[in-house]
Structures are given as structure tokens and as C-alpha cells.
């Protein structure tokens, strides 16, 4: 799934502890943001996203007012991030003890949150039907 060109608004973010998955986040999105301040009006044309993670390190949601742009951090993505290089990812290097592997940091930047994953695993993303 391409989410280039789409606005994000997070909805909940849980921790599953399941084999399959350890953290669940879901998102609406929408190409429209104003979409996403109407949902879930039924004129709003968002979709609902799961988003898995089979383990993850640590995560971070933080409102988004109180976030810094910083220059010297390397992404690729817009509202759905991989980083390259990260102040996020260099704190939890120098605070914890990792794991010999090789981890990524994901990043969302919805319209009201950032949220931050460091993960070993790639994320499982899918629609949610709004039927079910």
C-alpha cells in the first residue's frame, strides 16, 4: 500500500502481545484532511488503517505541537516515515541496550500526533472495513 499524497489522522495505538503482533496503531486517512476533521461523518471520504508490528523496541506518540523540525534528520516518506538518521533513534541507541539486529525507526506524521517506532520488522498494513 502507497501512502503518498494522504493526510494521517491517529486514532489508538495498543500493545497486542500476540505471536503475530506486538503493536497495533490505527490511523484514518485521506488524500482530503478536512476528511479527517469530519470522521466519521458520513460525507468524510477516509479511510481506516490497521497497522501491525510482529515486535517493536519502543514506540512514542507525542502531540504534535510540541514537536521540532530538525534538518539533520534523513527520511524517506511523508506522512508515513522510514528514517535513515534520527535524534529519536540515536537516544534509544545511547539510553538502552539493543538487540544485535538491525532495527529501523518508522515514524506517522499525522495531522495531531507523531508517532515513533523502532522496530526489527517490517509493518502489515490493511483496511479496515467499515462494514465489519
Not at 94 to 109: F, G, M, V
Request: hydrophobic residues 35%; glycine residues 0%; charged residues 30%.
Amino acid at each position: 500500500m502507497k501512502l503518498k499524497d494522504y493526510e494521517i489522522s491517529f486514532e489508538q495505538i495498543s500493545e497486542s502481545k500476540t505471536k503475530e503482533v506486538q503493536l497495533r496503531i490505527i490511523v484514518n486517512i485521506s488524500s482530503n484532511a478536512t476528511d479527517l476533521l469530519i470522521f466519521p461523518h458520513a460525507d468524510s471520504k477516509a479511510e481506516t488503517l490497521q497497522i501491525d508490528f510482529k515486535n517493536y523496541i519502543t514506540y512514542s506518540v507525542i502531540y504534535d505541537d510540541y514537536t521540532n523540525w530538525n534538518d539533520d534528520e534523513v527520511f524517506r516518506g511523508d506522512s508515513f516515515r522510514i528514517y535513515e538518521k534520527s535524534k529519536f533513534f540515536d537516544f534509544v541507541q545511547k539510553e538502552y541496550r539493543l538487540p544485535d539486529y538491525e532495527l529501523t525507526h518508522y515514524s506517522l506524521a499525522c495531522i495531531e500526533h507523531h508517532v515513533h517506532i523502532i522496530s526489527k520488522s517490517p509493518p502489515v498494513i490493511k483496511v479496515i472495513d467499515p462494514d465489519e
